[in-house]
Structures are given as C-alpha cells and as structure tokens.
C-alpha cells in the first residue's frame, strides 16, 4: 500500500515537473524561423509561401501558438434557424465543377477542391495562446458585415458567410450585406438572401469594389462596418477584438492577421505575427517585419501592431468615421490602389491602422485575378494609384512616377473633390506621414546635380529673390551661383526661376516652386532657355541689364547658358 502511494507521488512529481518545462518552454521558446526582410516570414498578396531548399513549401507559423482545434460554437439554435429556408444542398450542387473541366479556370483557385471540403468545417485557432484569456466589454456594438463579389465561387461565399455566423457572438452580427458587382449569374445573390441576416443588393453594372463597397456601407444599418472579400473564413473570436479597439477610440481602423487559405488545397495556414503593411514608391503592397525596435519593445503579443498600411480587403472601421472622412475614392475602378488611399488618407486626416493579433481571418490568396478588367488590369492600376498620389503624396509622388514611368500621361479623371475633401479635413502633409508613420520607407537617393550657368565668363546669379544678373564666377561658389535643373524648373532650393509675365522684355525673378506653375516650367533649346508657355528665351541684355525673357535668338551670345557641373 505504502509503495502504491509512494509510486504514485513519484509519478505525479515527475508529471508536474515536466508539466512546468513546457510551459515555460513554450512561453520562452525564441522565434527560431529565419527572418530576414528579403525573405519575409508570410505570404504576400500575390505570393503562397517560400520554398524551401528542399522545395517544400514552408508555412510561416507564429511559433507559440498553440495548434487547437476549432470546435465549432454550439449556436443555442438549430442549423435551421441558422440558415433559415436556405437550401444549401441545391445552392451548391447547381453549380458544380464539372468532369473534366480544369479546376482553376474560372476561380483561380481549385474551385474541386473548395467544394469538397463543404460548407462547415473545423480550423486550427492561429492566434496566440494568450489571446484566450483577453477579456472584451460585454457590451461591444454590433456591426454590419460588407462582403462584395463579382463571379465569386458558390462554395467559398457560402463559407465566408457561415463562418462569419457561426464564429461570431450572433448578437455582434447585425447584419451581412453583400454587394453582387453584376456577377453573370443573379440567383446567388437571390438564393443566399434567404439566409437569416443576409441581405444581397446587385449592382445593375459593373462597378468594380470600390464603389461596391460604398454602396454596402450606405445600406450598412450598424454603427461599425465590417469589409470582407467573398472568400474568407474567419476565425475564432475574430470580431471581438476588432470592435473593443474601435469602441474604445473610434478613429482606430483596424483589421486582422489574415491567414492563408491554400489556394490548391483549401488547408487553412496561420500567417506570421511579426508583419505589418508596408509599400514601394511604385505603390506595391507588400508584408513586411515590424521594425526591429517595435519588436524588441513587444513584451505582449496580444498588442495591436501599427501598419503604416493595410492589405485592403478585410477590416473594421466606425461607420461615421468612414464617412466624415470620405469613405472612398469612387473614381477608383474595379480593383487596386484602395488601399492606399485609404490608409494614406486614415493616417493623415487624424486616424490611425492596426494589425490585431487576436484576430485571425483566413483568405484564399490568388496568383491572378480571375475577372476581367473592362479598361485592362495594367490601366486600372495605373488610373487608382495614381489618383492615389496625386491627392495625397505632395511633391513626393514625383518618387512614384520615377519608379512607375508608364504612369506619366494615363488618364486619371479629375480629382478636385479629392483635394477638396483633403483641404475640408485639414489633413497632415504626406511629409508628416513619412515621418511619423513609415521612416522605414527610405527616400530614394536624389540626384542633386548643381550648376553653374556660364555666359561670356559670366554666372547667372541671384543677388536676391528680386534681384538677378551676371556676376564674376566665384571659386568658392556661392549658393546664389548654383542652380538645380530639374525640368521644367531651374530651382535653388525651393525657390524658382518665375518669370513676371508673359511678354517679351519681362523680368524674372526667383518664387516659391510650385509643381502646377507655368510661370516656372523651362526647356532647353540648343544652348537657349526657353520658357515653355511663352516661348521666350531668358536674355541677360548685356550690358548691364537685368536678365529678361526676349524672343528667342539661341545663337545671340546674351541667350546662351552654358551649364558647368559643379562637382
Ligand atoms: C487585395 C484585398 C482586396 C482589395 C485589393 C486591392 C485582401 C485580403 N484583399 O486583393 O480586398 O483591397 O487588394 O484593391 O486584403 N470584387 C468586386 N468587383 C470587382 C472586382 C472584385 O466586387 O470588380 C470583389 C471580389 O469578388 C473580392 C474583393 O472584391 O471579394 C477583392 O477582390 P480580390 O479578392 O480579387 O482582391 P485581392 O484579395 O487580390
Ligand atoms: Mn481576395
């Protein structure tokens, strides 16, 4: 008996003993992945994972968490009351895959596959073990859901649908509106407004998202708008999180770790917790590390990060908010660059945006897009990003079209209502943005190339900003005798060569530059300068004269400029 009791005390021992390693085992364990900015830990947008050297794609994992098994929430109601006269059967079996037709063609994802896994199924819970024990006020607003699609698979709707229903406390959920962007066929939206708390509006044509989910948000009768894509799966708790941080400060625009829906096998793949939206001056979106000093300062892991971005499809946001600062730019076509402005526009007008790591929403991540784009992909991005900078960028979109040289000359409709909208917000400048919510975007290297402009052994120099002439080229070289050409301005600093009006024998002088200004727009003719409007040349009227705008006579010598590097 006394060795009985003995034994078991050793054995309890020992359980406890190894009980307590891997707890603070997995509390301690550090991030062992390799990660590095060249090779970031999740997928992109348009990438599914990074093979490995033995060519096996390897899933990003947050390393502490713990893989349970979602159990589905028992609803307190039966699956009908859930899906009320929904014939989910019929719905689906319409429009199945049929024998021999290639799986991606139409989805661009194994649409087999989707259907094979049904409606319901069980996920891992991605988020971090501490995140169970958050608590959340057990008053949160409840929100409307906006889901838009255009030719969406029946299945993966369907599964957006019902995971948001079945994961979420149904008193959170006030309703799922879903935009149909003139899908080819009208029964989905039909058939799934059948759905308890599903109502679906159709565009009568095409619109693209953007001006879908302005629609959405107008019927949205909740105070908190919820934006989905139609092929998502959340995940558990997932809104809770969201809508605590928005009721706490409304100007908080907040989205989730989205996670990644295999593309091939439907299998549901926890993203890294380590990432934050981040950009090229192309305006490519792209995940990327929080920056190193962020992350050392991370002593919890349930904290909200701050993105200087977000991905775009799927986040929460205080319906007033959205609309006093101007939901959306609907000039923006069917897909892209949304994002941007959004967030640009979120930052600067007094906001801010928030990556939940308590909050997991799974995503189907494409290589393609699987619709059509009426004006061409390439010309629909162009026209959205562009809009993008030139409302919100200042002088720094000339880095955009620097790295995007096709943007120059695309058409972008008028954006005035923009600016304007910009203007009523009193909205920081894109140089605060810079500063204070993404130093890590690194300014391109400017190639400031200072000259002299050399007439007869003479420098054009300005005494002051009224005041010009010739002088005696000096060996020190004074800031007045060094002149940027930056067609079409010839700058210092930020003042410009502006000539005074537009008729021969006007003087110049030195203004602030200003992009739009025509008095300042230049181009070199043969060893002339000529005003680009006018059509006059910069004439220094020897002798003593100050310099003028005359017509032009490039090989009269008081009309030649000669530019000498200053090195
Ligand atoms: C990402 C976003 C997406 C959007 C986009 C940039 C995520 C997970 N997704 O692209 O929401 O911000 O970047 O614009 O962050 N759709 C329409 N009408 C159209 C085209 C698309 O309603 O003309 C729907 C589509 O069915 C889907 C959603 O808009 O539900 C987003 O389209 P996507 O899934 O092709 O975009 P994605 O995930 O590549
Ligand atoms: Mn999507």
Request: aromatic share 8%; hydrophobic share 35%; charged share 25%.
């Amino acid at each position: 008996m006394r060795r009985i009791r003995a034994n078991a005390i050793a054995i309890l021992t020992v359980a406890w003993i190894l009980g307590t390693f891997y707890y603070l085992w997995q509390d301690n364990k550090p991030h062992t992945s390799p990660s590095s900015a060249s090779q970031p830990r999740a997928v992109g947008i348009k990438s599914h994972g990074q093979k490995s050297a033995s060519g096996r794609l390897e899933i990003h994992r947050e390393d502490r968490t713990i893989p349970l098994i979602v159990t589905q929430p028992s609803r307190g109601e039966g699956q009908g009351q859930l899906m009320g006269t929904f014939d989910e059967k019929s719905y689906l079996a319409s429009k199945q895959l049929k024998a021999g037709e290639d799986p991606y063609r139409e989805h661009a994802f194994n649409l087999q596959e989707s259907d094979r896994i049904g409606s319901e199924r069980a996920i891992r819970d991605t988020r971090h073990y501490r995140c169970a024990s958050v608590n959340f006020d057990p008053d949160l607003p409840p929100t409307s859901i906006i889901i838009t699609f255009h030719n969406e698979a029946r299945s993966t709707l369907l599964r957006t649908i019902k995971s948001v229903l079945t994961r979420s406390p149904p008193s959170l959920i006030q309703e799922i509106i879903l935009v149909d962007d003139f899908s080819s066929d009208p029964e989905d939206c039909q058939l799934l407004s059948q759905i308890p708390k599903v109502r679906c509006l159709r565009n009568a044509r095409r619109e693209g998202l953007i001006r879908s989910r302005v629609r959405g948000a107008g019927a949205a009768s909740a105070t908190i708008l919820t934006f989905l894509d139609s092929h998502c799966e959340v995940n558990t708790d997932w809104l809770q999180p969201m809508l605590q941080r928005v009721k706490e400060d409304h100007t908080r625009v907040v989205s989730p770790i989205i996670d990644v829906i295999s593309l091939d096998n439907f299998a549901y793949l926890a993203a890294s917790a380590d990432l934050r939206g981040g950009f090229d001056w192309s305006l490519h979106f792209k995940w990327e590390q929080i920056p190193i000093e962020q992350k050392m300062a991370r002593n919890d892991p349930t904290q909200p990060i701050r993105t200087p971005v977000i991905a775009g499809g799927i986040f929460v946001m205080d319906k007033s908010w959205f609309n006093h600062l101007g939901q959306y730019d609907t000039h923006m076509d069917i897909w892209g660059g949304e994002n941007f402005e959004l967030s640009f526009r979120v930052w600067m007008c007094g906001g801010s945006l928030e990556i939940l790591p308590c909050s997991r929403v799974g995503h189907v991540f494409r290589k393609r897009h699987p619709y059509d784009f009426p004006e061409g992909n390439a010309l629909t991005y162009i026209k959205n990003t562009r809009r993008a900078a030139e409302v919100w960028m200042d002088d720094y979109k000339q880095y955009y079209y620097a790295a995007r040289p096709s943007a120059q000359g695309k058409a972008f409709g008028s954006i005035a209502d923009r600016l304007a909208l910009r203007q009523r917000l009193n909205c920081h400048s894109f140089r605060w943005y810079l500063e204070n919510v993404y130093p890590e975007l690194k300014i391109p290297e400017q190639e400031v190339v200072f000259s002299l402009l050399k007439q007869s052994g003479l420098c054009l120099e300005s005494y002051t900003s009224d005041s010009l002439g010739l002088a005696e080229c000096k060996s020190n070289i004074p800031a007045s005798q060094k002149w940027m050409l930056i067609e079409p301005q010839i700058r210092q600093h930020d003042l410009c060569l502006t000539i005074t009006a537009f008729t021969t024998g006007s003087k110049v002088r030195m203004e602030p530059c200003s992009p739009k200004e025509s008095r300042q727009k230049w181009k070199a003719r043969g060893p002339a300068l000529q005003h680009v409007v006018s059509g006059l040349c910069l004439d220094s009227q020897p002798p003593v004269g100050p310099p003028v705008i005359t017509q032009c006579r490039p090989q009269l010598a008081s009309q030649s400029w000669e530019p000498q590097l200053v090195t």
